[in-house]
């Protein structure tokens, strides 16, 4: 491993506190914790000292700010908290607090600074909507892992995402794999999309870079899968000519498909994460068994079925590194459980015995294994007891090798997801309240400054294996999730964990694709009473909430969601009018509501302040109204008044009727003239196109006209005997 940094300095002074902690992670980090308070609301920094340091200074931001703007104070050299009152509950802040460190400059002479970064907040909503999940499959295992691959697309709906599935052949070229996922993208945009490539999805390569240090045997093109995520920039193919690296993976040459670029071309937009064990056979199982291991124990975290202690493990290996390369663990594992919380042990000898959430592990490098920390050879029958890992060392961050240490470490028996740990440096501080580690990829892959340091931000090698969706934290299920019908209420009933402190309620009729919230404010009741509900098949989802205090602060955390699914045969109220409309220069319209299901007594109330069901002496115009039934269940509609064309462009027609109007599947129209009449009768939409027409023959003609093949808009029914015509419009619904 060839390390950042020129001349060794000796450290004259540091706090006891973090002496069990390398001198250099502890120089370059500001090991930081949140403890928050309700009322008055405020966040506590508080953060381990260093005696070295010239000063901290603090700047505050939303998670949505692309910059820090000016800091919010300075604070002397002995200073170990700050706390920030001019917050509100519910919302959540970014920080980051700098220490100068005059006494040590950079080995180019240049300031130094240790960093820390925060995300903190009192009491963060739930999330119930987490974006859109593009699970890109190896066609390979399409119908080996069928169920499988069925149950993580269902465990992805029941924690928020709308997810999707494409399957591709591992021999497509890159490019035409990007072409899906882009067209997929643009069809589904969200606020946050996330792109899950399973199995020997085709690797993109990219650049002349060593971000390991090894120039002589390993500068090249490295895989690259965040060109999946570039929406924009370009990705060229033309300059790039080295084949001096000792594997011919890393060779690259105009025109031979893997690309130029050394640093992203443009931002990531996508939130990646890789699972593929192609090419690991130090390992007894099958590629396909490996899979289907990760996907099971994938299943088995979201759910709650495994258990691990909400702290951190640092194994630095690299201590005189001036870089220090332990501070992504410390600083990232304190603002997730609490400084306290963080562990400086040995990685294979602890992990073995006791368990981390998050580990960190530092050595030197091999493609397949970390001096002092552990190798592929060992992943093959290890259970680590570690969810989340990053590791870090020489060669292996290049993840394509067969048998790759970091792909080793999620084909395990635990581990769910890995990184190559520091170059660059990982920001996941907004793991603590609840985000995925899709979005620590992304921001990390992006991070070109906002986040200091920056070591080899932007640069094309960052990869996440593992699934992105997956989160830190687990709130078991509800059990036992049933519904029945009582009269014309739906009844959900369940059994809640002991964690759970409140519950969300979804529901999503056949015509829906996506489950829309019930509840805005959680229930503590184990049951739940619909009582507005629609005709036929019905699904409903219901999720846990609960209160997760962590080392950065409160959030409201959801469990995964479970569903079940019943049938109803009663309907809710929905609404049909009669419209008579006005004549020109004249008040004599009406609008008359005929309320459809749900339960008597009904009561109206219109915009206009009346609360009779029907109203007369209208001019032309538009007038809504609030329908409620017995079970207090509502529907608004608004009904419109037009002018009648003239009578005498129809000459005989006395009275005309189009009724319901709105309507969303028929309508009946009457008729009367004074002498019989031989008529065609059309239906025409806003440009005068003609849709449908029937004929009609008599004096008082009364028909019924099926217009449910319609889309909901404004259309013209045409009536004609030939030489006059008369146009009615009316309004379709869905």
């Known amino acids: 491993m060839k390390l950042i940094g020129g001349t060794f300095f000796l450290i004259c002074c540091i706090a006891t506190s973090i002496v069990a902690q390398n001198i250099y992670d502890a120089r ?43 800091s919010l104070v300075y604070l002397n050299p002995k200073s170990t908290s700050w706390t920030d009152t001019s917050i509100q509950q519910g919302i959540g802040y970014e920080y980051q607090v700098l220490k100068s460190l005059p006494a040590f400059p950079t080995g180019e002479g240049g300031q130094n600074f240790g960093a820390g970064n925060i995300y903190s907040g009192i009491k963060i909503p739930p999330t119930h909507h987490r974006g859109t999940c593009l699970v890109v499959i190896d066609r390979t295992y399409k119908n080996t892992l069928a169920f499988e691959i069925s149950r993580l697309l269902d465990d992805l709906l029941y924690d928020g995402w709308i997810p999707d599935a494409v399957f591709v052949d591992k021999n497509d070229a890159v490019d035409q794999v990007k072409n899906g996922i882009l067209d997929w993208a643009k069809k589904n945009p969200d606020t946050h999309q996330a792109l899950f490539l399973l199995g020997r999805i085709p690797v993109p390569y990219s650049g002349e870079i060593a971000p390991d240090g090894h120039n002589s045997d390993h500068r090249g093109a490295w895989p690259c899968d965040g060109y999946y995520g ?6 060229t193919d033309q300059t790039v000519k080295t084949t001096a690296a000792a594997s011919s993976r890393n060779d690259n040459i105009p025109g031979d498909g893997k690309f130029d670029n050394n640093f992203f071309p443009s931002k990531v937009q996508l939130q990646i994460g890789r699972v593929d064990f192609s090419n690991m056979n130090k390992f007894s199982e099958s590629e396909e068994q490996l ?54 042990l040995q990685y294979r000898q602890t992990l073995s015995k006791q368990s981390f959430l998050w580990s960190y592990g530092c050595g030197g490098g091999g493609p397949e294994s970390a001096s002092d920390i552990s190798s592929t050879t060992n992943f093959t029958t290890d259970s680590l007891l570690s969810i989340f890992t990053m590791l870090f060392g020489s060669y292996f961050g290049d993840w394509d090798y067969p048998n790759n ?29 609840g985000e995925t580690i899709g979005y620590s990829t992304q921001l990390t892959m992006n991070n070109r400054g906002l986040y ?63 489950y829309h919230l019930l509840n805005i404010q959680a229930v503590d009741d184990t049951s739940f009473i619909d009582a507005c509900v629609e005709k036929g098949l019905i699904h409903y989802m219901v ?74 002496n209208l001019s032309s115009g538009t007038y809504c109204l609030t329908v409620s039934d017995c079970m207090n ?33 028929h309508f009946n129209l009457k008729l009367t003239f004074d002498e019989i009449q031989k008529l065609q009768l059309s239906i025409t939409d806003i440009n005068g196109i003609k849709l449908a027409t029937k004929q009609a023959f008599g004096k008082d003609i009364n028909l019924n006209w099926d217009v449910e093949f319609l889309s909901s808009g404004y259309y013209w029914l045409r009536i004609e005997n030939g030489l006059e015509h008369v146009t009615i419009p009316f309004t379709k619904t869905r």
Not at 28 to 55: E, F
Not at 642 to 665: C, D, G, R, V, W
Request: with cysteine; net charge neutral; charged share 15%.
């Open 452 to 514: 200091t340091p920056r070591y080899y931000g932007g640069y094309v090698s960052t990869a996440l294996m593992g699934d992105p969706t997956i989160r830190m934290h687990v709130l078991p299920p509800v059990e036992h999730f049933k519904a029945r019908q009582e009269g014309l209420q739906i009844r959900l009933d369940w059994v809640a964990p002991k964690a759970a402190t409140g519950f969300f309620i979804y529901r999503k009729y056949a015509s829906d694709s996506v």
């Open 633 to 665: 269940c509502t529907m608004t509609y608004c009904g419109t008044v037009n002018l009648n064309t003239p009578i005498h462009e129809l000459q005989h027609l006395t009275s005309y009727k189009l009724f319901p109007n709105p309507t969303n599947n």
């Open 543 to 616: 999720r846990c909430s609960a209160l997760k205090t962590t080392g950065s602060g409160s959030y409201y955390n959801l469990s995964a969601g479970v569903i079940t699914t019943i049938v109803n045969d009663t309907s809710s109220i929905h609404i049909e009018s009669e419209i008579t409309h006005a004549n020109a220069g004249q008040s004599n319209g009406s609008i008359k509501i005929i309320p459809i299901g749900g339960c008597a007594p009904y009561t109206y109330m219109w915009e206009t302040g009346e609360t009779t069901s029907e109203l007369s």
């Open 291 to 344: 899979l289907r291991r990760y996907l099971d124990k994938n299943h088995a975290w979201r759910i709650g079925k495994m258990q691990m202690m909400e702290q951190g493990l640092v194994d630095n290996n690299f201590p005189s590194s001036e870089e220090g390369l332990g501070q992504s663990g410390w600083k990232n594992f304190a603002s997730m459980f609490g400084i306290s919380n963080v562990k400086d």
């Open 28 to 70: 370059q980090s500001v090991i930081m914790q949140a403890v928050v308070q309700d009322s008055p609301a405020q966040i506590k920094l508080s953060w381990v000292l260093d005696t070295a340091n010239g000063g901290y200074t603090i700047w505050r931001k939303s998670i949505l700010d692309q910059v820090w703007g000016d």
């Open 230 to 235: 570039t929406i924009d920039g370009l990705w």
């Open 405 to 433: 240490f970091l792909r080793g470490a999620i084909a395990s028996k635990t581990c769910l997801a890995s990184t190559w740990g520091n170059r660059p440096n990982w920001f996941f501080q907004h793991m603590a309240l």
